[in-house]
């Protein structure tokens, strides 16, 4: 079993003598501009979350037990203004890996104009590096390279669904699946703020707009998804994932979701006593009936 241990406080998962990479050593960074940013770590929400991300980094968790095949990049939320890469990262690869699943979590760069001239370009180079860095690790890990996929919770779902949907010409560099946990598929005049003000920083031209309105790009060669939400989220409305399901269903494209009554946005993990502790094992599920987890 892999020693860990947790902040009361924050649920902060300690990852010394974990394999920590860096996404883009000896490589330059894409987008990249120089600039004063300081990375730091700061509570919101009553987790520990990290700001000002400009050195991103991908945390492999490797599988306890018998190796079931799979391998996991989780994507955690913060609408990129920040990485919860506690709650909504380490403490779920730590879940992953316990059931022979291998997990990776991605601090992604934070899309930021004082570090980068393209901010809205750099979650998705770094998500797709992150996912080919981590079929690299494939025979290391004993997982199945074509069995990867992405988890993404809030803005990382977000993320996780333009993985899917926006091809890459590198085949490593695309999931095989995806998991949408209280994620952002639509694009409504609150989800154009939102995408203006915090990942491009400007007004959409016509031709981004397009780019950015999702659910037309979903075709039958999506990747399967499984979704999450709580019909009580005021923060991003369940039917984020209900529409997206839906135009999933439409394209013939595998799907599974679960609505819960209660849980608001942000649950992570879960909670017994609203229920929403019972997504990570569903996802568990989902993974094997598809054929993920051999």
């Not at 993404?152 to 699946?177: C, I, M, Q, W, Y």
């Not at 209900?242 to 209660?262: D, G, I, N, Q, S």
Request: glycine content about 8%.
């Amino acid at each position: 079993m892999m020693e860990y241990a947790t902040d009361g406080r924050h649920g902060m998962a300690l990852t010394e003598g974990l394999d920590m990479i860096q996404l883009w050593e000896g490589h330059e960074k894409p987008y990249c501009r120089e600039c004063s940013l300081t990375e730091y770590e700061e509570e919101s929400w009553g987790v520990l979350c990290a700001y000002n991300v400009t050195e991103p980094t991908l945390t492999v968790y490797e599988a306890q037990g018998r190796n079931k095949g799979t391998a996991v990049l989780i994507l955690p939320g913060g609408g990129y203004t920040l990485v919860a890469v506690n709650h909504e990262g380490h403490d779920v690869a730590l879940a992953l890996a316990d059931q022979g699943i291998t997990a990776a979590v991605l601090k992604y760069r934070l899309p930021n104009p004082e570090s980068s001239y393209a901010p809205e370009r750099v979650p998705l180079a770094d998500a797709r590096r992150a996912l080919k860095l981590l079929r690299s690790t494939s025979q290391t890990h004993g997982f199945d390279k074509e069995s990867v996929g992405v988890l993404g919770f809030s803005a990382g779902s977000h993320l996780a669904t333009v993985a899917g949907l926006r091809e890459s010409h590198d085949k490593d560099e695309n999931p095989r699946f995806t998991g949408l946990v209280y994620g952002v598929t639509r694009f409504t005049p609150e989800n154009r703020k939102w995408l203006e003000t915090s990942l491009y920083h400007r007004v959409l031209t016509d031709a981004e707009i397009a780019e950015n309105t999702l659910l037309d790009h979903v075709s039958t060669k999506t990747p399967p998804a499984f979704l999450v939400h709580a019909y009580d989220d005021e923060t991003c409305p369940v039917e984020e994932s209900t529409w997206y399901a839906e135009k999933l269903r439409e394209h013939e494209v595998p799907t599974e979701m679960h609505l819960f009554p209660r849980g608001g946005h942000g649950f992570g993990m879960g909670r017994k006593e609203d229920g929403t502790d019972q997504w990570f094992r569903l996802f568990l599920n989902w993974l094997s009936i598809s054929g993920y987890s051999i």
